[in-house]
């Protein structure tokens, strides 16, 4: 049987197997039994990060004397907070108790009690009740009065939260609670896996929230992101301004745009309506919006063309503003008169139920045109090869790469992509929204800028290869790159 | 003062967000934002109800071709509105069995939760089982060698669809796996063209959207695009 402290010092050399990037090489050399362990950080300090929602800090520490000779590890401890003590002393009650009922049961009827359990005499019954319960009572008053239960012990104070190779001195503690004061615990791992006693921190600290949250990478990677979205943001903005000023800005063709008008004609002389899906999603999802924008310009076609447009939706909240899209539109249009609201209506939040009630309508009042502009997902072919069945003209337009293939498959004109987000721009020609193409155009300059730099320095590592100081500078440029500025 | 006001909420509600993403203080008002989006969506759901029963019903009694489909949608959606408001058939639940409506409406076994696993599942099942038979239709359609692009479609989708199948495999076994000759192996080749072909499109895609996305927001976000409200003209 494994007594309580033997079970506990396993498990905690499990979790620094378990918690470090060195766990799996001592794994596979296995523990050995003698115990020589080295001295402790002579000196530790943490700091409260800076630039963070309040959760984080910076735990750094003078090496041991025994790194790197004898030091394979540095395990690094937070205190527990009063509750977390709590908690882990009740569970670990908890499980004491459980261990020892299981004892006791296994003590009647031997180790393999689990297959016996269903063919006990009801003799045996009340015994294994009997030397159960007299197992919890002595096993609670056990654990109360040792080591465990005492709030103030190191392994109920100290949580192991992770580790460092010998020779790396700092650690950055996360999902820390602003509101509680913690201290913090270093520990060298020998390489025969004993520990030395803990160096800890002089003072409790407690993270503080700053204005700003630019943690690196590993925790959201912020800092370089406000930078990223202020560059791309303020091109934007500036192409905008540039526009304004009556400066000429050229568009490509994009055929799936110039071909609206068309189908809504071609809806108008067969007599036919228009079928206009927004998509699957809420208001929340911009891909909804900008295949709104499609439907503003689709609905006033159809007011100038005298052609009905049917807008059947999956939320609620889209139908309303569907309405007022194309009332708007309806208005704009000089027909007023003209706008029906019951066209535009709810049928089902529920993805097949929709596309049920889509296909089955398709088939029944065959719509002459039909306009896919939204999200999709499964249902995407089902729309797109039932429109077609019937002989529809269909303009479809999504930024869900999965379902592009089936639209271009099965439709006349796919706006892939960035063009279904170019199409209000471009439907407008106002020279504002054409302003924020050519913003949107120094993003891909970017991209292409950063790719290209990527791919160079990557093939320059690979050529003088990695190991050399060079090739290392630059693959760590890449890694920077990727993970960092990238991620 | 219609068009302005959503535009002012709009704008609020997303710099809001984008705002809360970095600056920790106002993480609160994000949340508070994404809230108030859930509790309009939830009224939505009467407005969407009241809806469904109003455009149906005034098809029953103007008896428009196809009345019956919209008699069956009404029946059902009262008839699960019904079970599941009233837990009908719900046992009690386990803490408190002296009240007959603790029971969650969709326990397994009660009226609800069988309407929708034997009635509503199957339906749904049935629907995207379709997908398959429409897949079959537009592959025939998409890879006809009408032209060199649709050929060189036709030749991927080829090699891809033989290389994910036993066949494959077994076509170009002779081939054997350490020889300089293993990458025009299938089953290589299908790895290699969506590895690379593949990846790089959708990469290109991807980062096409993701700028889109960005400036659409952007544009919303400013008043600069207003198309979603009828038109760019007041």
């Known amino acids: ?487 | 003062m219609k068009r302005t006001a959503p535009m002012i909420i709009l704008a609020l509600g997303g710099f809001v967000l984008l705002v809360a993403y970095f600056i920790p203080y106002t993480q609160g008002w994000g949340e508070d934002a994404a809230l108030w989006f859930d509790i309009l969506a939830a009224i939505a759901f009467i407005l969407g109800g009241g809806n469904l029963l109003k455009i149906h019903l005034k098809k029953m009694s103007d008896k428009v071709p196809g009345w019956g489909y919209s008699a069956v949608c009404v029946a059902s959606f009262l008839a699960m509105l019904t079970v599941g408001l009233l837990k009908i058939g719900v046992h009690p639940n386990e803490q408190f069995p002296d009240y007959r409506w603790s029971g969650t409406y969709d326990q397994v076994g009660s009226p609800f939760w069988w309407l929708y696993e034997y009635g509503f599942k199957p339906l749904t099942a049935t629907m995207f089982a379709m997908l398959a038979f429409y897949v079959a239709s537009a592959a025939f359609r998409a890879f006809r060698a009408k032209n060199f692009e649709a050929i060189l479609l036709l030749g991927t989708a080829f090699i891809i669809l033989l290389g994910r199948t036993f066949a494959g495999v077994f076509l170009t076994g002779f081939i054997p796996e350490d020889s300089p000759m293993a990458g025009l192996k299938l089953e290589n080749l299908t790895m290699y063209v969506m590895q690379v072909f593949n990846t790089a499109g959708n990469r290109a895609i991807m980062i096409g959207i993701a700028l889109g996305v960005a400036s659409t927001s952007l544009k919303v976000l400013l008043g600069v695009d207003r198309s979603y409200l009828g038109s760019g003209e007041e």
């Open chain 1, 1 to 487: 049987m494994i007594r309580p402290p033997a079970a506990r010092a396993l498990s905690m050399v499990l979790g620094v197997l378990l918690a470090g990037p060195v766990g799996a090489a001592w794994a596979q050399e296995g523990e050995p039994a003698a115990a020589n362990p080295p001295a402790a950080p002579p000196r530790i300090a943490a700091h409260d990060f800076l630039m963070d929602g309040g959760d984080q800090a910076r735990i750094v520490w003078e090496q041991s004397p025994d790194d790197p000779a004898n030091v394979s590890a540095y395990a690094i401890y937070r205190s527990r907070t009063d509750a977390e003590i709590q908690k882990k002393i009740k569970d670990d009650r908890a499980k004491f108790i459980a261990g020892r009922k299981t004892e006791a049961t296994k003590a009647i009827l031997g180790e393999d009690w689990k297959t016996m359990l269903d063919t006990l005499t009801p003799q045996q019954r009340i015994d294994i009740r009997a030397a159960r319960a007299e197992a919890a009572k002595a096993a609670a008053a056990e654990f109360d009065a040792g080591a465990m239960n005492d709030p103030a012990s190191e392994d109920n104070r100290f949580l192991l939260h992770g580790s460092t190779k010998s020779l790396e001195l700092k650690y950055e503690v996360d999902k820390l609670d602003r509101a509680n004061a913690y201290v913090f615990m270093v520990k060298a791992v020998g390489k025969d896996f004993s520990k030395s006693a803990g160096a800890v921190t002089d003072a409790p600290m407690s993270p503080t929230l700053e204005w700003f949250d630019g943690t690196p990478v590993q925790s959201g990677g912020r800092f370089w992101l406000v930078w990223i979205v202020l560059i791309f943001c303020g091109a934007v903005v500036f192409w905008i301004r540039h526009a304004r000023r009556g400066k000429p800005i050229r568009v490509r063709k994009i055929a799936g745009l110039e071909a609206v008008d068309e189908a809504v004609g071609r809806a108008t002389e067969m007599g036919r309506p228009c079928l206009f899906v927004p998509g699957i999603q809420d208001m929340n999802d911009i891909q909804t919006i900008a295949g709104i924008t499609v439907l503003a310009r689709v609905a006033r076609t159809a007011a100038e063309y005298d052609a009905k447009v049917e807008v059947p939706t999956a939320r609620s909240l889209v139908m309303t503003t569907c309405r007022e899209t194309v009332q708007a539109a309806y208005l704009s249009a000089g027909r007023p008169d003209a706008y029906n609201q019951d066209l535009i209506y709810y049928v089902t939040d529920e993805q097949f139920g929709y596309v049920a009630y889509l296909s089955g309508m398709m088939v029944r009042e065959k719509p002459a045109a039909c306009f896919y502009m939204g999200t999709f997902y499964a249902e995407s072919l089902i729309l797109a090869e039932t429109g077609n069945a019937i002989g529809a003209i269909q303009i479809a337009g999504t930024a869900m790469p999965a379902q592009l293939p089936f639209f271009v498959a099965a439709c006349d004109y796919t706006l892939i992509g960035e063009e279904f987000f170019a199409a209000s721009a471009y439907l407008s020609g106002s020279p504002e929204e054409l302003g924020s193409l050519k913003g949107q155009d120094l993003g891909k300059v970017i991209v292409a800028v950063l790719m290209i730099l990527g791919i160079g320095m990557m093939t320059l590592a690979s050529m003088v290869g990695e190991q050399s100081g060079l090739g290392e500078r630059l693959s760590a440029a890449v890694k920077f790159l990727k993970d960092v500025i990238l991620t």
